[in-house]
């Protein structure tokens, strides 16, 4: 299945439902336990993951230096069970590297690792530490942790032919990145990505309006509501509490104590939530002129696409229109429906409007309306008769004498009719009168359709006109500089939707009534419906409440997998009776109930993680045989693992080396992957959700399609040749071999110390200085009086960006 979703993800195969199959039979297991769900539910009380979180007792000290903190204490526990050492601390150069790119992002200057590496100070990691943890880049590394989770992307994915921009969601982006720099408690980190509409007062600053984007920049699946929710259901459970609520969509729960009904029972949380058409502004904008210029561009679209539809709406309303509606109707009286809409559309006519009219004189017809006695008589004429025939008719015509009745008659021997035509356009000129006292008008009540509702019912070319509309206005939303920001939240509907389960999961099938409410196997007896509006609010507390015991332990497990290179917990999304055992339970429940005691402050866990023994230790293990052979998969932590740069981090170390970095922080996303390629942060790349950028996938980006638990590591020729042949690496070592310190340089010793200090932050061994030297003498001998398509000081600087010690972290 896995390799299924990667073929489907490489080639963008993109159909919405394939999307939410895969969704669903990622999360079904491939077997049946045989267990009854009752059986399934009654064992979860005892499941590790299920348990409350206790704070257990460190294990005793031992008579060793090592163990610095509670954590080195369980940690060397376990290594001591196994009669095994931990590995010995790593150098300072490798502490301040690791630190810089576990923090930022990016590696340290050669002053950083200088002054780091001569100072004297015991405290002196510790302050480094703090410092980075102070830092507005914290944040920003941070953030792209959190955006997998919450499948962030700049586009919808695929819609048909509507607009795939979400033109604000940077504006949910840059909020995670302000809230990691601010210590937000993850507490109110979760309410605020699910409920902050629920909780900011009018006069209270808008700006925390934008975590709703958690919500709702997921995909939207051609826009069917189900999967829709679905996806905000799944993106809230694994994402939070590691759990595969989304395993009950078509029944109970195949392994966790999950029934159906409760899927149902959030389903109508979400369902009866709903997003406003006019979202919120999260301030006023800076630049007062720019906004003008867009407020002026923008109405001046938007009056365009109104000024359609409004004329659209009233083409119903207007008497050629009528004419033809009538017309059609009465020659459509005994045809199905599909074969009226063939009809209308040979006529140029819209099909809602047509059966509408088509129903209404069915309707009339056999009620015997007075109006339409004429109109029935009449249509039953000879057409090469028509006016005799009209002639004869009268006397029998009037012999209905309501007023009704009379009017239309008069009119029509006003001047005689020669065909229906001219019968239809009598008719449409008394339903359209515009004299007060029309008493006609009721006439077309059926058929006033709005503007606001009207494009639905627009025939192809008219809808897709409207789509191009709505594209330049989404681009002008998106692109123009004056554009403010606004946040992409849900609000309550006016009245809650009551859910119903959907049997084996399809909406058109509904069974039982459920309430709004939250899993029955954490809340148990205490379990009450949900009565503030919607339940977002309820259900958010519920989530980040002090006493779930699993919002705690995943979080704390995904900053550890994060730091430490593996999970305490190997399935970080799935915390569920078939989920990985922690290799260190009571450590996992000590960070947990720690972390909640500590006010819920993610940079407080990650600070005690940074300052133990077990992070500052060397990837190079003691007696690494037999430690290998003992636990090869290092889930002791007996070393530190050995970790590859992500896609950002290797891509911004890149242009920091080479001080081409743009450090502005927040705003629109950019390009990175075009040859006019942006120099910013990664983290403010444009997230092609339908498109994503082939070098994206090369290395390993997580898919925005679905929440991600941790991405993958894969080594592909593709990584080679980017590092070889891509322009970013190509541009980036001829700007360092072409800096203005580097040009100051004659000797080239000193032109190789310098790039060994840029890129690598350290000094060149005596041996890699021969091997560079030679090289570079090589080279230019060879070169000599010929202009080097590839300069070599440009060669070296971009072999030295391609090696492991650049890309690794040790």
């Known amino acids: 299945m896995k390799s299924l979703f990667i073929f489907l993800q490489f080639f963008r195969i993109d159909h919405a439902l394939i999307i939410s199959a895969l969704t669903i039979l990622f999360l079904l297991p491939s077997t049946d336990t045989g267990k009854t769900f009752s059986e399934e539910a009654s064992n979860s009380s005892k499941h590790w993951a299920f348990s409350p979180i206790k704070n257990p007792p460190p294990p005793k000290s031992q008579q060793n230096d090592w163990a610095q903190t509670t954590i080195d204490r369980f ?25 810089y790119f576990d923090l930022l992002g990016h590696p340290p200057k050669y002053s950083n690792t200088e002054d780091f590496i001569n100072n004297s100070d015991p405290n002196a990691y510790v302050s480094l530490v703090d410092k980075l943890l102070s830092s507005p880049k914290f944040g920003e590394k941070w953030a792209r942790h959190w955006l997998d989770i919450a499948r962030y992307a700049d586009t919808k994915g695929y819609v048909f032919q509507e607009s795939r921009e979400y033109p604000y969601a940077y504006g949910y982006r840059d909020w995670v990145i302000n809230a990691l720099n601010q210590d937000l408690p993850y507490n109110k980190f979760i309410i605020y990505q699910l409920a902050a509409d629920k909780i900011i007062k009018n006069d209270e600053n808008k700006r925390n309006l934008a975590a709703m984007g958690f919500l709702t920049v997921g995909r939207r699946f051609l826009n069917r509501n189900p999967d829709i929710i679905d996806d905000r259901i799944d993106v809230t459970f694994r994402g939070l509490m590691g759990l595969t609520v989304a395993c009950s969509r078509c029944h109970d729960h195949k392994y966790d104590p999950i029934p159906i009904s409760d899927y149902y029972s959030l389903y109508g949380v979400f369902d009866s939530s709903t997003e406003p058409s006019e979202l919120p502004l999260l301030g006023a904008p800076h630049d007062l002129q720019a906004y003008k210029s867009f407020k002026s561009i923008l109405d001046s679209k938007q009056s365009e696409i109104n000024s359609y539809l ?3 709406s009233k083409e119903l309303i207007q008497k050629s229109f009528i004419e033809k509606y009538l ?11 599909d074969e009226l809409k063939k009809l209308a559309s040979s006529k140029s006519l819209l099909h809602e409007p047509t059966i509408r009219w088509r129903d209404y004189l069915k309707a009339k017809k056999k009620s015997g309306d007075p109006i339409y006695a004429a109109w029935f008589k ?16 009268l006397k029998d015509l009037e012999k209905n004498e309501s007023k009704a009745n009379k009017t239309i008659l008069s ?10 035509t001219e019968v239809a356009q009598t008719y449409a000129s008394l339903f359209t009168e515009s004299n007060p006292t029309n008493e006609f008008h009721k006439e077309l009540d059926h058929v006033i359709i709005p503007a606001s509702k009207i494009f639905s019912l627009l ?18 939303k998106t692109t123009h500089h004056g554009a403010p920001a606004k946040a992409m939240v849900l609000v309550d509907r006016s009245t809650p939707r009551e859910p119903r389960v959907f049997e084996r999961g399809n909406s058109n099938n509904k069974g039982e009534k459920v309430p709004r409410q939250f899993l029955g196997f954490l809340e148990g007896q205490e379990r009450k419906p949900y009565t503030d509006g919607s339940g977002r609010l309820e259900m958010a507390r519920s989530i980040a409440s002090d006493t779930n015991p699993l919002t705690a332990r995943v979080w704390v497990n995904r900053v550890w997998g994060h730091l430490m290179g593996s999970h305490l917990v190997s399935t970080p999304s799935d915390f569920g009776l078939r989920s990985a055992l922690p290799s260190h339970p009571k450590l996992l429940d000590y960070l947990a109930f720690n972390f909640i005691k500590d006010g819920w402050s ?6 005690s993680i940074l300052i133990s023994s077990t992070y500052k230790q060397s990837s190079i293990g003691l007696k690494e045989a037999e430690t290998q052979r003992i636990d090869p998969e290092n889930r002791m932590f007996t070393r530190a693992n050995r970790k590859r740069l992500g896609f950002e981090s290797f891509r911004d170390s890149i242009l920091y080396v080479s001080g081409k970095l743009d450090t502005t922080m927040y705003g629109r996303p950019v390009d990175i992957a075009s040859s006019n390629y942006s120099t910013r942060r990664s983290i403010y790349a444009r997230i092609e959700r339908q498109n994503l950028p082939p070098v994206f996938r090369t290395f390993d980006f997580a898919s925005p399609d679905i929440h991600s638990p941790k991405r993958p590591e894969t080594t592909v020729p593709q990584q080679a040749l980017f590092i070889l042949n891509g322009k970013l690496i190509q541009d980036q070592s001829t700007a360092i071999a072409n ?3 580097f040009n100051q340089l004659t000797n080239n010793n000193d032109k190789i110390t310098l790039l060994f200090q840029q890129i690598l932050s350290r000094n060149p061994s005596n041996e890699e200085l021969l091997d560079s030297l030679k090289f570079i003498t090589s080279a230019q001998s060879q070169n000599k009086g010929t202009d080097a398509v590839y300069p070599i000081w440009n060669q070296l600087a971009q072999a030295l960006l391609s090696t492991n010690e650049f890309i690794f972290i040790d």
Do not use: C, Y
């Open 75 to 99: 940690i060397l526990q376990k290594i001591k069970d196994a009669k095994l050492n931990p590995s010995k601390k790593a150098s300072k150069e490798t502490r301040i590297r690791r630190i």
């Open 310 to 312: 409004e004329k659209r």
């Open 327 to 337: 017309l059609t109707a009465s020659e459509g009286m005994n045809l199905s429906k």
């Open 378 to 393: 009449l249509s039953s004429l000879k057409k090469d008769s028509f006016i005799q025939s009209f002639q004869l008719s």
């Open 411 to 420: 009119l029509l021997k006003t001047k005689l009719p020669d065909s229906m």
């Open 459 to 476: 025939e192809t070319k008219g809808q897709q006109h409207v789509r191009n509309l709505r594209r330049n206005l989404a681009k002008i």
């Open 602 to 607: 993610t940079k407080k866990l990650i600070r």
């Open 739 to 741: 800096s203005p310190q």
